[in-house]
């Protein structure tokens, strides 16, 4: 049986429930593949983003809440990293994906539950822009 070698899996989380939901079953495959577990929260940038980023009290209170979701993503589990970004949501995405490189991007759809647009714009712009 041929199995698929990941080395890293992305999973981009907005701390909704379906970034939760997503973030469990991306922990569930890295620790089954023994891969490097990331995320990566982007704030939306307004207009022209600043150059210098978000403030560092703000970038060190969403590093907080990132481990705190891979923590309970997978406990115990030391392959993890996170990031935070700000700009276009799906465009720095990719952008950390390719820069990774990310083998895998488990992404949630929240709206899973809607038959007529079953993912939103960020799911549906990373979908479609992944190589």
Excluded: K
């Amino acid at each position: 049986m041929n199995r698929l070698d990941l080395r890293y899996i992305l999973c981009p989380i907005d701390f909704s429930m379906a970034s939760a939901e997503s973030l469990a079953i991306g922990g569930a495959i890295a620790r089954a593949r023994d891969a490097g577990l990331r995320t990566v929260h982007v704030i939306p940038a307004e207009g022209a983003a600043d150059p210098e980023g978000i403030g560092s009290l703000e970038h060190q209170a969403f590093m907080t809440r990132l481990r705190e979701a891979l923590s309970d993503a997978a406990p115990a589990y030391q392959r993890t990293g996170a990031a935070v970004r700000q700009g276009d949501p799906a465009t720095q995405i990719l952008r950390w994906a390719r820069m990774m490189p990310a083998d895998l991007i488990v992404i949630g759809a929240p709206g899973a539950d809607r038959p007529e647009r079953p993912t939103g714009p960020v799911a549906s712009v990373v979908v479609a822009r992944s190589q």
